[in-house]
């Protein structure tokens, strides 16, 4: 029996560290992805040695001073204060707390700027909205667009340019870094790379509603020359994109990918104009409280 149990703890605990390997975000392939999983690591291990020590006291105290025959009723001495402990209980926590601060404040920091290792390389700006339940990728200097899907060329930083056309939504790209806030009426701006050619999942990441778990997006990381390839090949046969077509992509619900070889950003920017969704929306006769009573 005894032996039944402990086969059962061991394959448990097999199951669990197999499945963390799975986890995108400790599988980084970006140097974004990875500053973060370092940060991660760190924490976790530096918790689990404060965790394994206060467990081990907790643990040899109860036994060491627990109420046993030749040991009951026993009164402690009277106490009052001791510099050396108190002195030991202040200094302990401040160390641990330098130790966690320290590296974040700097990954932080370093994450607001293009990855060091491409520094020299000018980054490719893609301007990230999110409408529900929908992405847009606009490529300005290309002057290309696509819905749902993005290509980006490897070793060189992208610098994301992120609005929604209506909900708070956010960039998730677990595999080539942590997620960034779209919002109407605002931009905000997140430095991502990958450093390998490779299909990356990509998604919202904060609730939207019910359309909200399939607002999803794959990532095509290629060599440039693939990239330029694929460019010139929307440039030359995707259609432009009309504002008509996109007010109506804009009507909440999912829609499959596209590609245009234009950009919306000729006529809006949800970053400077949080309302256009709405007057999008109204041009079109949708009305959103019929549509949320159904
Ligand atoms: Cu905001």
Request: net charge negative.
């Amino acid at each position: 029996m005894k032996r039944v149990k402990h086969l059962f703890l061991f394959s448990s605990l097999l199951i669990f560290l197999s499945g963390c390997s799975a986890l995108p975000v400790l599988d980084p392939k970006g140097p974004v992805a990875e500053a973060q999983k370092d940060l991660i690591v760190w924490s976790i291990s530096l918790m689990l040695i404060v965790v394994a020590v206060v467990f081990g006291l907790f643990a040899f105290i109860i036994t060491r001073y627990r109420e046993r025959p030749g040991h009951d009723s026993h009164e402690p001495d009277e106490m009052e204060g001791n510099k050396w402990l108190e002195i030991i209980w202040t200094v302990i926590p401040i160390i641990i707390v330098i130790l966690l601060a320290v590296p974040t404040v700097k990954t932080i920091y370093e994450l607001e700027e293009a990855p060091k290792s491409s520094k020299d390389k000018e980054p490719l700006v893609i301007h990230a909205t999110s409408a529900n339940w929908k992405w847009f990728f606009s490529y300005p200097e290309q002057e290309i667009e696509t819905v749902n899907y993005l290509h980006i060329p490897e070793d060189r930083p992208i610098l994301f340019k992120l609005s929604s056309a209506d909900s708070m939504a956010a960039l998730w790209i677990p595999r080539l870094g942590g997620q960034e806030y779209n919002m109407a009426g605002m931009l905000t701006e997140i430095y991502l790379q990958a450093d390998e050619p490779g299909v990356y999942q990509g998604r919202n990441a904060n609730f939207t509603g019910k359309g909200f778990t399939k607002q999803q997006f794959k990532v095509y990381a290629e060599t440039p020359e693939k990239f330029q390839n694929w460019v010139n090949k929307t440039q030359d046969e995707a259609p432009a994109l009309t504002q008509v077509k996109y007010d109506e992509l804009l009507l909440p619900g999912h829609v499959p990918r596209q590609t245009y070889s234009s950009t919306h950003l000729q006529w809006v920017n949800h970053a400077k104009n949080a309302e256009y969704a709405i007057k999008a929306r109204e041009r079109q006769g949708y009305d959103s409280e019929e549509a949320e009573s159904h």
